[in-house]
């Protein structure tokens, strides 16, 4: 337990400066194979293209996309579970590529997943004490006490009393709320630093959703967490996070902070998703909302420039449909991927 | 027209037979649903919303133990149908359904057209010309493009294939669409794109709706009413507007409170504790054992109470 705690420290203390990046993503390319017939080559799809951010010690970082727009590849290769065919993926000063399989052993006990939807995510034959056993038995904790006391402590911190009612319980005799319990304590037993939420609260009903986000927010103050917040809701975004990053179509094309996001959206995109989301109001009943026509584009060619101009209502001529936008910064540490910022 | 309300439903009943007891999923519903307007049912997931929509349409799965009530639609008593009867000139015809992730319900194998023009040929007795000319209408209601109709659903994206899923429920112009749904799989515009596509089916056709959904935020974009349902039974029912603003149940008073807002400040509140098991019901209030403003009375059934024009289920109006 002391070593698990002196490690956290360690790492609380190295990256305590401003500007130290715990994780540093740089110029991520993640693309998919097409293949036709097996061998001939039909090109690609550009999943993640070009992906550059850091996030800081106990950092609340929000991803935010409509699916299909790479989120998911982008954190799953930033879990490791896919190869990038370009840039890094640093954690703690290593570099994910260079790792072996002990090294990604290492990273794996620190970097914690909490997936979307609890019931696919848990073994239905196992117990819970067995889905819980199972990290602290691969992370090579070889003492059966301390793996008991693990999982006593893991339980507790996500409200899992009393602890011996759910040990020997099946995952479909929980309900939605406990699983997803289940599924944080998991994340959580090995005390990573760092914590990957794929939309952890999108199968969830709205009471249980706000227990499960507050729950999320405090592990992450108690233990200095930083964290991905990946989901498409814009909604619970400000409850959860510090910055925010919009991704479409392989692209973060803004980034912010929340509340700058929020109340000065730069990018016609987030205009777009901002609008789109309800709060309830009887007037919505009476009004059409205006979205951008069409569909997110197809990844394989997406378009050329910026790759929202055929959908975008204040299109530059010549510029957005030829040139591809570099991040501007309309105000500090804001950036946005658009020709309207020039 | 001897009655102008479109929809009564009253003291609908439905229970289920299972091995651990009797489910009581729907347990003596009532509403009222005038012509041309939309009302929406929140609840959480097992409270009976389902099994709501599919005792009004009597679409029953085979362990039932009662099923009772009175749905009256137009005017019409459609309980004392017999099934046959029921399924050629009620279901479809007065009365259509969107199901739960209809998007992924298409047939794979047929071209949407024909998915969408086959209940037109069935129960109104259309041929395959005008049946297909009747589903091309259709499209262009729910903005589906005409040339669609010959691609198969693994062609289009979800939110084409929920298009063609309420143009499928659109093709025999019934009067009331119940909805269950529509909408949680689908991505914010996705979302908001379906919205407007109702709200113009709306206006344009005159149809009612039901919308069933947990998701209070978004259904705020049809509502004109909302009934909230716990364990079974209606809690709360009422005018969208008065409802959002200040819902009497403290159930709904929760809930709302429990609704992320996009730029909110307010802390978000959540409810302790489950919902009660449908197969062991308290007595008394279903809501009393998590409510914060519990007292003696709450062990007593609560009767629906009127409040100036709104209905609640709870001794606090009494």
């Known amino acids: ?179 997803q319990r289940v ?44 964290v991905i917040y990946i989901t498409h809701d814009l909604s619970t975004v400000s409850y959860f996070s510090e910055r925010i990053f919009v991704m479409y179509a392989g692209e973060l094309v803004e980034k912010a902070k929340v509340d700058r996001l929020l109340y000065n959206p730069c990018h016609p995109y987030t205009l777009a998703l901002l609008n789109g989301t309800s709060v309830p109001d009887a007037n919505n009943a009476k009004t059409f909302k205006e979205i951008p026509p069409g569909e997110p584009p197809s990844l394989v060619k997406p378009p050329a420039g910026c790759r929202f101009h055929p959908r975008c209502s204040r299109m530059i001529p010549d510029t957005c449909d030829v040139k591809v936008p570099p991040d501007f910064e309309p105000e500090p540490g804001h950036l946005v991927k658009c020709w309207l910022f020039q | 027209m001897a009655d102008e309300k479109l929809l009564r439903v009253k003291d609908l009943v439905l229970h289920f037979r299972t091995t651990h007891g009797t489910v009581q999923a729907v347990d003596g519903v009532d509403i009222e649903l005038d012509y041309n307007r939309a009302v929406v049912i929140v609840g959480e997931s097992g409270c009976g919303k389902s099994s709501l929509a599919k005792a009004i349409l009597r679409l029953l799965p085979r362990n039932v133990e009662k099923y009772s009530g009175e749905v009256n639609l137009g005017g019409q008593d459609v309980m004392k149908l017999d099934d046959e009867d029921f399924r050629l000139n009620v279901r479809w015809v007065g009365m259509s359904m969107v199901p739960q992730a209809a998007m992924n319900a298409l047939n794979p194998v047929l071209r949407v057209g024909e998915q969408v023009s086959e209940p037109a040929m069935i129960h109104l007795g259309m041929k395959k010309e005008e049946a297909t000319q009747a589903a ?26 929920q298009r063609v899923a309420i143009a499928m429920a659109l093709v025999t112009s019934p009067s009331l669409i119940i909805l269950d749904e529509p909408t949680s ?95 062991d019901l308290p007595i008394g209030c279903r809501f009393a054992e998590r409510c914060p403003q519990r007292f003696e009375k709450c062990s007593q059934n609560p009767p629906m109470i009127k409040n100036d024009g709104r209905t609640v289920k709870c001794w606090l109006y009494h």
């Open chain 1, 1 to 179: 337990m002391s070593g698990e705690a002196k490690t956290q420290n360690e790492i609380i203390e190295k990256y305590s400066g401003e500007n130290k990046a715990l994780l540093s993503v740089q110029d991520l390319h993640v693309w998919f194979e097409l293949r036709r017939f097996g061998f001939g080559r039909a090109g690609y799809v550009r999943a993640v293209d070009g992906v550059s951010f850091d996030v800081g010690r106990g950092e609340a970082l929000a991803i935010v996309g409509e699916s299909g727009c790479g989120k998911s590849s982008l954190m799953k290769t930033i879990l490791g579970l896919y190869k990038p065919n370009n840039g890094k993926v640093i954690m703690d000063g290593q570099d994910l590529q260079t790792l072996d399989a002990k090294g990604m052993r290492w990273y794996h006990s620190h970097v914690g997943y909490v997936q979307q939807d609890p019931y696919g995510a848990l073994a239905p034959f196992m117990a819970v004490k067995k889905i819980l056993e199972e990290p602290l038995i691969v992370g090579g904790i070889k003492s059966k006490e301390e793996r008991q006391q693990r999982i006593q402590k893991a339980m507790e911190e996500v409200k899992l009393f009393p602890v011996e009612d759910f040990l020997g319980k099946y995952p479909h005799m929980l309900s939605g709320g406990q699983q």
């Open chain 1, 183 to 226: 599924v944080i304590a998991r994340a959580m037993i090995m005390g990573p630093y760092f914590l990957v939420a794929d939309e952890p609260v999108s199968m969830l009903d709205a009471s249980v959703r706000v227990e499960i986000l507050k729950l999320l927010r405090g592990l992450q103050e108690n233990h200095h967490l930083s």
């Open chain 2, 136 to 161: 091309l209408k259709m499209f262009q209601h729910v903005g589906v493009p005409a040339d669609f109709i010959s691609r198969y659903p693994f062609e289009l994206s979800g939110g084409m294939r």
């Open chain 2, 185 to 279: 799989a689908l991505d914010v515009l996705t979302q908001a794109n379906i919205f407007n596509v109702l709200k113009r089916i709306k206006k344009e056709l005159g149809t009612s709706f039901i919308l069933i959904t947990h998701d209070i935020a978004t259904s705020s974009e049809l509502a004109d009413e909302v009934a909230v349902m716990y364990a079974g039974q209606i809690v709360e029912t009422g005018d969208a507007g008065r409802f959002f603003t200040a819902p009497l149940h403290p159930y709904s008073q929760k809930l709302m409170a429990s609704v992320p807002r996009l730029r909110g400040t307010k802390e978000l509140e959540f409810i302790t504790g489950q919902p009660p098991s449908l197969v």
